[in-house]
T-cell receptor
């Protein structure tokens, strides 16, 4: 199993541009989520999904959209990038539907917005 | 929602000594408390977790203790080694698994 795969690893955007961060897992996990990591602030939940067709907002959802058309994929879309969205983004999945336990993280995407 | 505070933010220890990281949480309904380790430039990885019906759990050189009454839990690393140098995150599970801000541990040779 490849686990959780994220692309791209690095991305530079200009303010106002849009882009999609890709996340795929091959472990048949129902639960998938997106976190952003900023210095001194830990990991903050952006959006999550408990199964195909079901998504919900986390702690910091503004400026981001998600969809879950399949169990495997959970892309994160930045609609109009802002410098405040400069961060490291992690996708994570877990085997429990209602439990956010034993998260498996992807390798991360380092995003810079100029 | 849940609020998790983690201390200290940085910790430097001599190789072979012990390291202790403490976290407090606010929501008494939280029932699952994991610890993640993140090496420089890598992804966070689960190293140990504990449920609210257990007071202590050990796995080789690491252990976690939980005090539900005081709403705090701690990570203990004994006989520290250079490979223990990393950022450690605690978390508490309400509906969204809230993370602490992290502790950067440096093990001095």
């Amino acid at each position: 199993n490849a686990g959780v795969t994220q692309t791209p690893k690095f991305q530079v955007l200009k303010t106002g541009q849009s882009m999609t961060l890709q996340c795929a897992q091959d472990m048949n996990h129902e639960y998938m989520s997106w976190y952003r990591q900023d210095p001194g602030m830990g990991l903050r939940l952006i959006h999550y999904s408990v199964g195909a067709g079901i998504t919900d907002q986390g702690e910091v959802p503004n400026g981001y959209n998600v969809s879950r058309s399949t169990t495997e994929d959970f892309p994160l879309r930045l609609l109009s990038a802002a410098p405040s969205q400069t961060s490291v983004y992690f996708c994570a999945s877990s085997p429990g539907t209602g439990k956010r336990e034993k998260l498996f993280f992807g390798s991360g995407t380092q995003l810079s917005v100029l | 929602g849940e609020n998790v505070e983690q201390h200290p933010s940085t910790l430097s220890v001599q190789e072979g000594d012990s390291a202790v990281i403490k976290c407090t949480y606010s929501d008494s309904a939280s029932n699952y408390f994991p610890w993640y380790k993140q090496e420089l430039g890598k992804r966070p990885q689960l190293i140990i977790d504990i449920r609210s019906n257990v007071g202590e759990k050990k796995d080789q050189r690491i252990a976690v203790t939980l005090n539900k009454t005081a709403k705090h839990f701690s990570l203990h690393i004994t006989e520290t080694q250079p490979e223990d140098s990393a950022v450690y995150f605690c978390a508490a599970n309400d509906y969204k698994l809230s993370f602490g801000a992290g502790t950067t541990v440096t093990v001095r040779a």
